[in-house]
């Protein structure tokens, strides 16, 4: 029998733990940090830590506990690791030769999903460096995010073992993030210093994501994004406690995320494979009535093959390389040049183009249009163009007395275009087949865009609905949006003794948000339906709100229709805050701190509706610490914000309280708790559109006159979710090799949200959208060892259990993923040496 | 509702019993803090160096070797005053002559505002620390010390008394249960760290935020691909910033998502009543029948942080 890897790593491991455990026992304590050894010129302290993880596979074996959702939360894994490793050289004169300082850390190399290396040098007037590398492994399926939630009801002619339920996340990802930061300043210390800087990050990995247009359909995502972001910098240190500084910033980003369509797990009656999509909902048409031919249609359609007129796709694919650059200035000061002065300022200026292709290629039915094949093409272009400056100063008045003030002006505007030509084929037969060829049609008269024509293309005259969009497009596209923010802050502090100060302040914050929008484009709609069919939105009607149609059937000489239509629209929002601060901090003993933050805000507008046009947010932070070896630590934070005007209504809290304590009256124990209460609340008005159960129990939403609006009923959105969190850590040496440890860290919360109710059933009214993760368990006890086996070496062994169970809801909700649990326990075991 | 209120009104009690107590006459022991010797002295004489210092304070100066504020030995780079022990403690003649205490400057008992000075008259340089004196930090008297322990730091790098986050938990502990939810920004993990976001030394961005160097919100610093610009921007990203959806430290929420549903989160704004006259954002078209099969907004309207090639976010 092959041994498995599972049974190959414990090996190991325990082949290293036996070796370990050789060493004479003449341990000490290995956990003091190392004396190092002097080596040159240089003292140099070294830790290793090396082991593993052992994962049972027996605690995925529930049907409920899948490893993918431990994945998403916790993703660690079996097998052996570089758990922690640290290098320090120290000069011992300090004048070491290419550097007076190193330190080098990295944890979780060998397949944890977090790995990072960190790396300081330092030689002192000359340079200091320091460089960081994290890599980042998400695995993410939250089986619950973008689920269509297929019932499991069967689906007539489906092919045998075809279940409708899906048990992951239709945008489930596996990515990789790769970041990197590198600084090096030289001469640190002198009046003239140099910066450079370099930050890369890469992201990438397969992922999944949806597309929708006649039903939802699977795309494979393949991400690729790439940053990189250079700098350099000079600080000038002429003045007398003035530093002046200047930056210039380059940053470049990639995106090369393509999506393409490799689901097609079925297929047509003909053999061609094909996708039908995501969400099975016959009634509504999803993706059609009769998804699958039923066994009388043979031989033409053979059981269980997907039905040629129903929305599907044979093929799909999508490219949008986007290319931005960003170059950016920045000069800054600071200074106290002036006695009882302290000021700060900054201007920065950045303008980057942004570039990008867009480049689709559809090939599926949308019985909707009757489009078969679709081509899009064309660049994107645009730019964002940023300017702010800070400024701060705070007068020393007396020694008591300061008074401070803080100005920010931010504006950013962002002009961006797509132009793009748009080329569509529809299909033939009645009703629009996919076993048939497009059609194409030859046109004359001469078109905006130059169409390739599909290679299995019929010729003839095409058979459009009166949704079809035009045959041939071409568009412009333009966007502006802006904001421009000032900012004031002024605050007067007192301190009235040295035990106790106190602080007064007024914000104002004045916001222009605009928005502006052109249009354009040029449409051509070949027969048949010319002028029955109109341009996508929004040209899609006119500024009088009438369909924009080609005003005869024809108006060129191929019996073909020519239309140009623009529209262009803007807009913006005022908005202006003020707030009225209050704080004060106050040590009665030395063991006692409190501090107290007040803030009182009031707006005239709101940018959304349920951004704050009130708000209250008050801080109390208290610690104290008798002794050395206890201390006690409370908090409360509460956040009250509302935007309670007419048809808004809403309100929000976020209220938290919060204790601590912890004791270390020895070297030998440690011991600490906490316990926080966290309680958040909002509820607001919404509009939706639903189909209500008779006798209608919502009223129609309103408008500004209290007419109602069509098709739109009201209702009071509520979401409420309470959190208790403990934990406990404790530590204890019962002799002087032996450290034991452990502790439980507990998330409990429960909670309730509007559920939009859907129609009357059997049962009673059916509730659709499922509460997700609004109640939960989430336990996070451990447990570990480490025994000191010989001088600088020890043995560790941890145990780490995560626990995720979201609590049953005793509503019929349309969850068949649900409730989603996992439990995982993790051994991890390590050999540490320090030397 | 109630309940809040009379916790309010506690807090508010609370606080001000506290200011009647601290508002006392300053004992005897605060008035002889207040007289610590702690402007630097022009006369050279005053320094007695730092291997004077060594001769009583051996094990001191033994860890203090290991710091990197040892080099402030190597010559007196920014004059006798900026030198060895003495460029934080002061000059040390008087106290060498008597071994008094009060002769020179000890950080035990001096106020954050002092402490912070000494501290900031060699950091005070560069963007990082620029701002301190406006940081909140420094406004709820939090000196660098209770962050930084120069000769008993248990972290050797910036010598901070804990290593990160359960030094910033120690204070900000409401934050600590964000971090252990279920879906969070893995700060626990060691990958972020608190200081990636904020600037603990202060900033000139509310909640002592950083920003890209081209002044965008911090998020895009690790995620680049919602940044932009695009032609179809989602508004309440680039208006109101990633936290109008998402809560920043952690959530009970998939996606940080401040809601558990994400169709009630987008219809609290696509609704298109009671909203800025000028900034309603499109309601909720018929065709979405809410009352069919639930099907989260985010499905269809998947790059819901911006777009190039779709205004309604489909691709």
């Known amino acids: 029998m092959k041994p498995t890897r599972f049974a190959l790593n414990f090996s190991a491991l325990a082949l290293v733990l036996l070796l370990c455990m050789s060493f004479p026992a003449m341990a000490q304590e290995s956990e003091k940090a190392p004396e190092g050894i002097n080596s040159g010129n240089y003292n140099i302290k070294q830790t290793v830590e090396l082991g593993g993880r052992i994962i049972p596979d027996s605690d995925f074996r529930d049907t409920r506990g899948t490893r993918e959702l431990f994945n998403t939360f916790v993703n660690l894994r079996s097998g052996a690791r570089l758990l922690d490793y640290t290098l320090e050289m120290r000069s011992l004169n300090h004048e070491g030769w290419l550097f007076d300082s190193l330190y080098y850390s990295n944890f979780g190399y060998g397949g944890d999903p977090n790995n990072v290396s960190r790396l300081r040098v330092y030689k002192n007037k000359w340079y200091s460096f320091s460089g960081t590398f994290r890599r980042d492994y998400s695995f993410w399926d939250y089986n619950l995010l973008a689920n269509p939630l297929n019932p499991s009801t069967p689906v007539a002619n489906a092919p045998a073992g075809f279940s409708p339920t899906i048990l992951f996340s239709p945008h489930a990802q596996a990515l990789v993030r790769r970041m990197s930061d590198y600084n090096l300043t030289f001469l640190p210390q002198s009046r003239v210093r140099l910066r450079l800087g370099y930050s890369r990050n890469v992201q990438e990995g397969p992922s999944l994501s949806t597309f929708h247009e006649g039903t939802d359909v699977l795309f494979f995502q393949d991400w690729k994004t790439t940053v990189n972001s250079y700098q350099i910098g000079v600080d000038f240190k002429w003045l007398p406690r003035t530093n002046i500084s200047y930056d210039q910033f380059f940053h470049y980003f990639k995106g090369d995320t393509s999506w393409v369509d490799r689901s097609q797990t079925f297929a047509l009656s003909n053999g061609v494979p094909v996708d039908i999509g995501l969400p099975i909902n016959t009634a509504a048409g999803q993706p059609c009535a009769q998804p699958f031919n039923p066994s009388t249609a043979q031989p033409t359609a053979p059981a269980g093959t997907v039905n040629a007129t129903c929305n599907a796709y044979l093929g799909y694919t999508r490219q949008a390389p986007t290319r931005t650059n960003s170059p950016t200035e920045q000069l800054s000061f600071q200074s106290n040049y002036f006695k009882n002065l302290d000021l700060s300022g900054r201007f920065v200026y950045s303008s980057s183009d942004n570039t990008a292709f867009g480049n689709e290629a559809l090939n599926a039915l949308i019985t909707r249009t009757r489009t078969l094949v679709r081509n899009e093409t064309g660049p994107v272009s645009g730019r964002r163009v940023s300017v702010s400056a800070d400024f701060g100063i705070t007068v020393h008045v007396t020694d008591k007395l300061r008074v401070m003030d803080m100005f920010r002006f931010a504006n950013f505007r962002l002009p961006m275009q797509w132009l793009f030509t748009e080329c569509s084929f529809f299909a033939a037969g009645n009703p629009a087949s996919m076993l048939l060829p497009p059609t194409v049609f030859t046109a004359t008269a001469p078109l905006p865009a130059t169409c390739a024509a599909p290679a299995n293309g019929a010729a003839g005259t095409p058979t459009h609905s009166t949704s079809s969009p035009p045959d041939v497009e071409l568009r412009v596209s333009s966007r502006f949006f802006k904001q421009d923010i000032k900012n004031n802050l002024f605050e007067v502090e007192y301190d009235f003794t040295r035990r106790f100060g106190a602080r007064v302040g007024y914000r104002f914050r004045h916001r222009t948000i605009a928005d502006a929008i052109s249009e354009s484009g040029t449409y051509v709609f070949f027969p048949s339906l010319q002028n029955g069919r109109t341009p996508e939105p929004p040209l899609n009607v006119t500024e009088s709100g009438a369909s924009n149609t080609c005003p005869v059937a024809n108006n060129r000489s191929d019996n073909t229709c020519l239309l140009t239509a623009e529209l262009s629209d803007s807009g913006s929002t005022e908005i202006n805050e003020h707030s009225g601060l209050f704080g004060i901090w106050a040590r009665p003993t030395d063991a006692l701190r409190v501090s107290f933050d007040l803030e009182l805000m009031s707006a005239d507008n709101t940018f959304t509706r349920v951004s704050p046009r009130q708000l209250q947010h008050y801080k109390l932070r208290a610690s104290y610490k008798p002794t050395p070896w206890m201390g006690f630590a409370g908090t409360v934070n509460i956040l009250e914000n509302r935007n309670n005007v007419f048809q808004v209504n809403n309100l929000q809290h976020n209220r938290l309280y919060g204790f601590s304590a912890a004791f270390e009256p020895n070297e030998r124990i440690s011991f600490d708790f906490g316990y926080d209460y966290n309680n958040v609340f909002s509820t607001s008005l919404i509009c939706y559109p639903v189909t209500q159960p008779a006798p209608s129990t919502l009223p129609a939403c309103v408008d500004a006159t209290l007419a109602p609006i069509p098709g739109l009923v009201a209702n009071t959105s509520f979401y409420k979710n309470k959190a208790n969190f403990f934990y406990f850590d404790v530590s204890w040496r019962p002799v002087k090799r032996l450290r034991t440890y452990g502790g439980y860290y507990l998330t409990s919360t429960s909670g309730s949200t509007l559920i939009i109710a859907g129609p009357q059933g059997t049962t009673g009214v059916i509730p659709n959208p499922p509460t997700g993760p609004l109640a939960y368990n989430f336990h996070k006890p451990y447990a570990g060892v480490t025994f000191d086996l010989y001088k600088g070496l020890s043995w560790k062994g941890e145990w780490n259990y995560y626990g995720y169970n979201e609590k049953e809801s005793a509503l019929p909700l349309v969850d068949p993923t649900g409730p989603r649990d996992f439990r995982g326990n993790i051994v991890t075991l390590a050999v540490r040496y320090a030397f | ?315």
């Not at chain 2, 499109?282 to 099907?295: D, E, I, V």
């Open chain 2, 1 to 315: 509702m109630k309940r809040s209120r009379k916790l309010v009104l506690f807090a508010l009690g609370l606080v001000l019993a506290l200011v009647l107590f601290c508002l006392a006459p300053a004992g005897a022991a605060d008035r002889a803090q207040e007289k610590k010797p702690a402007a630097p002295a022009k006369d050279s004489s005053q320094y007695i160096g730092a291997d004077t210092c060594k001769q009583c304070h051996e094990d001191v100066y033994k860890k203090f070797e290991t710091t990197p504020h040892w080099k402030t030995t190597l010559g007196a780079i920014r004059g006798i005053e900026a030198h060895g022990c003495e460029s934080c403690h002061g000059p040390g003649a008087d106290h060498v002559s008597g071994g008094d205490k009060s002769k020179i400057f000890t950080f035990k008992g001096a106020t954050a505002k002092q402490i912070s000075a000494r501290c900031l008259e060699c950091h005070e340089y560069g963007e990082e620390h620029s701002n301190y004196a406006r940081s909140v930090h420094k406004i709820n008297d939090v000196s660098c010390i209770d962050c930084h322990s120069v000769h008993k730091a248990k972290e050797s790098q910036f010598l901070l008394a804990k290593a990160q986050p359960q030094l910033c938990y120690s204070c900000h502990q409401d934050i600590r249960p964000e971090f252990n939810k279920p879906f969070r920004h893995r700060v626990n993990e060691s990958l972020v760290k608190c200081t990636d976001c904020h600037n603990q030394h202060g900033g000139y961005m509310t909640k002592q935020l950083r920003a890209t160097a081209a002044q965008d919100v911090v998020c895009f610093k690790c995620h680049a691909d919602k940044a932009g610009p695009f032609v179809y921007e989602h508004h309440a990203v680039k208006g109101e910033g990633c936290v109008a959806c998402h809560m920043p430290h952690g959530s009970s929420n998939p996606r940080l998502l401040k809601r558990a549903q994400v169709n009630l989160l987008c219809l609290e704004c696509h609704t298109p009543t009671g909203g800025p006259s000028d900034a309603v954002p499109p309601g909720t078209p018929s065709f979405h029948n809410q009352a069919q099969k639930y099907q989260a907004c985010t499905m269809c309207h998947v790059q819901i942080h911006g777009s190039n090639l779709d205004r309604v976010f489909f691709k």
